[in-house]
């Protein structure tokens, strides 16, 4: 049985498709999130066997589950073995919901306290990390339908709102609403995109310095101009006395 996903335009379009007995099984969700956002995965067979993002939330539920029941040692056993064999790295403490794929993975590292929502994709080289030795929550909390880019970095205890988008190399360190993008080191949110249909889309991701920088030039000659306007052209007295 195949778990591919019809084509249409968006991830979030495709996902509905799922039929609604495979909802019941997080690894069938998983999978199929795979098909939603990864062009390249053509069969499950090759899903399951090659995708090290798959394996790593399978060993993660696993470890989840043993840490809800008291049973540290194996469960951070399974996570220490799991980041030898995929390079990703998630916290036994970590709460992931259903649907998240880990593309590629390389790098990824995920909190004890984190929360990432449903149905979010994460690229390789991401952490989200504590921003030093707090205790308690310190880690962040990612809504449902999130993209987080490559290498970007999500650190505190902030909240990454539902179809929020995070540029590759971002430094997030404070909250991003819903239907945000986050771009720049640190951060800067930019909320006049429609995230919800619109996928992360790196090539076409605002530069908020450069339009900074744009903006005071623009000012700068705006008043240059305005000051060559108010400077008289004839000599002043002073200026014509020998």
């Known amino acids: 049985m195949s778990l591919s996903l019809p084509k249409c335009s968006t991830p979030q379009q495709r996902l509905p498709a799922i039929p609604a007995w495979l909802e019941r099984v997080p690894l069938a969700v998983d999978i199929a999130s795979i098909f939603a956002n990864d062009p390249a995965a053509t069969h499950w067979l090759e899903v399951v066997c090659c995708y090290p993002g798959l394996h790593a939330i399978a060993a993660h539920r696993l470890a989840h589950w043993l840490h809800r029941h ?10 220490h073995l799991t980041r030898c064999v995929t390079g990703i790295e998630i916290h036994p403490g970590a709460r992931l919901g259903k649907g998240v794929f880990i593309d590629h993975g390389m790098g990824v590292v995920i909190g004890e306290t984190a929360i990432v929502g449903d149905y979010t994709l994460i690229y390789q080289g991401v952490t989200l990390g504590g921003t030093g030795k707090e205790t308690g929550k310190r880690h962040p909390t990612v809504g449902s339908h999130v993209v987080i880019g490559a290498g970007a970095k999500v650190l505190g205890n902030i909240n990454i709102g539902d179809y929020a988008r995070i540029g590759a190399g ?14 720049g080191i640190p951060s800067r949110n930019v ?12 090539g076409q991701l605002p530069d908020t310095v450069a339009a900074t920088v744009r903006s005071l030039i623009n000012r700068i000659e705006t008043l240059e101009q305005q000051l060559q306007q108010l400077t008289p052209t004839d000599p002043t007295p002073l200026e014509r006395q020998p």
């Open 170 to 183: 971002s430094v997030v360190l404070r909250e991003v609403p819903d239907h945000c993008t986050a771009v």
């Open 70 to 79: 008291q049973v540290h040692f194996f469960s951070r056993l399974i996570s």
């Open 191 to 202: 909320c006049r995109c429609n995230t919800e249909t619109t996928p992360l889309e790196h």
